[in-house]
């Protein structure tokens, strides 16, 4: 059974995609390896070895990276962060020649999804549901309100505000950079986490709706079944070819399912995906050690709630770890409550 090594990039608070990869690992052998620039992120300290890196915008990235593959002997690695991910798209071929897989879209699927405009482009020429979305120079007098205002290469909730009037629309205007106008969406917010193997099929899917959002990450969430949305994403899959893990956000208001982003990789809230039985993690792995993926739609455990908590790990000076409960047999009261 092949060993699979995995390197998973900017780690930072990823602790749950740390986990989810070792625990896929604990069946085949071989280890996680993490890196961060800040050498105290979370994360780092849940894999079996870590490093830290230069910043993703310097020449030494790179290079950097290529020594903790060679000595770690490296054969999968799983970019997170929106900044790298073309980076990694446009280096895919020269890693695979060298028998390291990287589990990333082709460049033409990352450039729609990181400039939104193109995005709606996309969406808008395949008759996929997406919101009405305007540049500066398209914006009028006679704008329905209310609005949303993102950055048109942004990530996350940053800089992202709704719009109430002409007033607020000409000062987020100058407010937030490189700016894109969206109309407002009204109805329940969800995510879908998506799996695609390598041939660009789809394996496996999650719908959540997001209950609690923290910072653009789901804090508290909820699996649902939609046949609707089962559609639309399989539709989605056949016009953008995508490889590895990817997450769609959109809402739904009154059955009506609209999408604004797609984010080609791994979501901030996929613990609760792996939750209901889809480890992407395992099929990433599978598919590195020759395996061949059979998709299997719509069999996650349905109505799953997650809400997720925070928690701290402490280093002293040797950098031995300890948490605050470690030395006590403290654990959540097992009584049933009501949903």
């Given amino acids: 059974m092949k060993e699979v090594n995995v390197l998973i990039t900017a780690a930072s608070r990823r602790v749950s995609l740390v986990r989810s990869f070792m625990v896929a690992l604990q069946q085949t052998g071989g280890q996680v390896i993490t890196v961060d620039y800040d050498i105290y992120s979370p994360a780092l300290f849940f894999s079996h070895k870590h490093y830290k890196v230069p910043l993703v915008n310097d020449p030494e990235y790179l290079p950097t990276i290529r020594d903790i593959i060679e000595k770690e002997n490296i054969n999968l690695i799983i970019p997170t962060i929106d900044q790298e991910l073309m980076l990694w798209a446009e280096n895919k071929n020269h890693f695979e020649n060298k028998g390291v897989h990287v589990s990333i879209s082709p460049p033409e699927t990352i450039r729609i999804c990181n400039d939104k405009w193109e995005t709606y482009t996309f969406f808008k020429g395949s008759q996929l549901p997406f919101p009405g979305t305007y540049l500066p120079s398209m914006l009028t007098y006679n704008m329905k309100y209310p609005l949303f205002i993102k950055p048109r290469d942004g990530r996350g909730s940053v800089h992202a505000y709704q719009i109430r009037?002409?007033?607020?629309?000409?000062?987020?205007?100058?407010?937030?950079?490189?700016?894109?106008v969206q109309d407002y969406l009204d109805g329940k917010e969800f995510t879908v986490d998506a799996f695609y193997s390598r041939e660009h099929q789809l394996i496996s899917f999650v719908p959540r709706f997001r209950l609690v959002i923290r910072s653009g990450v789901s804090d508290r969430g909820r699996t649902f079944k939609n046949t609707e949305i089962t559609r639309l994403i399989t539709e989605m899959g056949?016009?953008?070819?995508?490889?590895?893990?990817?997450?769609?956000?959109?809402?739904?208001?009154?059955?009506?399912?609209?999408?604004?982003?797609?984010?080609?990789?791994?979501?901030?809230?996929?613990?609760?995906?792996?939750?209901?039985?889809e480890n992407f993690a395992e099929f990433i792995i599978r598919e590195v050690r020759g395996e061949t993926?059979?998709?299997?739609?719509?069999?996650?455990?349905?109505?799953?709630?997650?809400?997720?908590?925070?928690?701290?790990?402490?280093?002293?000076?040797?950098?031995?770890?300890?948490?605050?409960?470690?030395?006590?047999?403290?654990?959540?009261?097992?009584?049933?409550?009501?949903?």
């Fill in 165 to 180: 009037n002409k007033k607020e629309l000409d000062f987020f205007l100058e407010y937030v950079p490189n700016p894109l």
């Fill in 238 to 277: 056949r016009m953008l070819k995508f490889s590895g893990a990817i997450n769609v956000q959109g809402k739904i208001d009154k059955e009506v399912i609209t999408f604004f982003e797609i984010n080609p990789r791994f979501s901030g809230g996929i613990q609760l995906s792996v939750a209901a039985g």
């Fill in 293 to 339: 993926l059979t998709p299997r739609l719509d069999e996650f455990r349905d109505h799953l709630t997650m809400t997720s908590y925070e928690d701290s790990l402490f280093l002293d000076s040797r950098r031995n770890i300890t948490f605050f409960y470690s030395s006590h047999d403290i654990l959540p009261q097992q009584n049933k409550t009501k949903l």
